[in-house]
């Protein structure tokens, strides 16, 4: 199995193993103009979660700065091997970055994580993720964990604009890459 690096970024892999069953991403003409309500309410949140805000596929690319990784727009050739359902379900499994107190963000797209993966013998990095197929689970104004990110206080008195990340593999299940605490 390859090694991981990340600074300040917690790796975890977890395989999802869940078969629920909802609408194939790809069989709507384009999730990303559907609204967030209608999108939502079709996927499933695992036990003691609530529903997602927004499911959607990615329509503008975008860049995470805190886990320094890059979005992109998948094709229509794109097409993932499990639900949002099944991606959100991973959170079941007790994967860091997940929290119950409100829904996700659900979002489909091609990721890149440039400065996180496995170290190559010349020094440089071979991408966890390279314009892979992911879902990304995105938790806005959540509580930041004990300590929070760099520079808040240590206690328990929730922080504002504290955001955790899921990133959850669209063709195996498995979460690759996840944090909690960073500000966006």
Known sequence: MKTACAVAVC???VAAGCASQDAHPRDAASLSSVSPSSASASVLAPNGYPPPTHVGVLATPSHDPVADID???PS???VPRISFTQAYAVCAQGSPGCTPSKGPAITLALVTSPNAGQANSDGSIAPLMNRSLIYVLTWDDVWCPLGGPAGA???PTPQSGCTAVN???ANTGQSVYAYDGGSR
Request: aromatic share 14%.
């Open 167 to 169: 990133y959850v593999d």
């Open 153 to 155: 206080s240590l206690n």
């Open 11 to 13: 790796l975890a892999f």
């Open 71 to 73: 979005l992109a727009v």
């Open 76 to 78: 229509a050739s794109d």
